[in-house]
């Protein structure tokens, strides 16, 4: 069966056809659109803590906040599949305010209550719709000061995609950012199309090597090359390095031998709630790799 749809305005005269799959996945599309709107004021949103470990002595130095939607119906929806929904439909900036609110006041909770030290990071991931709101950075920093969180503890997790968008716009507000103490990482890389000479202009602190790299990098040699080539212009740019998704011990020695700083990765701990995290942090388990 297909539907005919109505001519939008402006689209011309063409007139589109549906089919009844396409017109069912559009109507699942607005029903998300609708229920993310309200899925802050009735509290389905939480936030998941991944560790992040200093391959040198195996430490906790931080962790990635990562956000999760407990839908009433359909239960777990993964930031996978809701964050692009939310991005496209405008509504990004609200969740990331959301985002950014709830991981200062953990932060605070975490840092008041002494469980987590001084040096303790955490990191958010930033959207593409956040980089181009002007009024980001100001808002940042004043969510920082009203919950008392220094800004050296937070770290924002930016895309290379998103900050090729509007570079010049990019530099601008993390600019503000960086000066203002907190850091910078760059997430995903290697997966976009960034351009190394615009990357070089930007107040990064960190790369992030995606998982793709990682995944085959004990029996691929070419993975291996490079990671090794991500990591040395890393440290040319007197970046740190963190790498993604360590499934095995064999990725996590590679990536110490190649020089790569910090990891993360559900060898080491799959994202886990505040409470799980604390008790990790507070107990952490020997890894030997
Ligand atoms: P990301 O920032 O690259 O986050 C890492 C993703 O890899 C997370 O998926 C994490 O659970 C997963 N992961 C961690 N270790 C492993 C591993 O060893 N193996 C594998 N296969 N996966 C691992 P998650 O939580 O589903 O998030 C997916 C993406 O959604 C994130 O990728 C990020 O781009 C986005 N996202 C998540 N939370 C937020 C948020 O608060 N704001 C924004 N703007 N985006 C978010
Ligand atoms: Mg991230
Ligand atoms: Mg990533
Ligand atoms: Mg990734």
Known sequence: RAALALPQPGSGSRIRLFSSEQESALADLRAMQHQLKVATARD???????????????RVIGAEALLRWNHPQRGQVSPGEFVPVAEASGQMGVLGQWVVDEACRQLAAWRASGQIDETFKLAVNVSPAQLSDPG??????????????????????????????????????????SDAG????????????????????LPVDTLKIDRAFVRDLARDHQDQVLSQAVVAMAHSFRHEVVAEGIEMPEQAALLRDLGCEYAQGFWFAPPLSAAGFVSLYQDPPDWSF
């Open 182 to 201: 907190l850091e910078i990482a760059v997430d995903d890389f290697g997966t976009g199309y960034s351009s190394l000479a615009y990357l070089k202009t």
């Open 44 to 58: 389905e949103l939480h936030l998941v803590y991944q560790p992040q470990i200093d391959l040198r002595d195996g």
């Open 136 to 177: 980001f950075a100001d808002w940042l920093l004043a969510a920082l000061a009203h919950w008392q969180v220094p800004a050296r503890a937070l770290t924002l997790e930016v895309t290379e995609s998103a900050l090729m968008e509007d570079v010049g716009l990019a530099r601008h507000l993390l600019t503000q950012i």
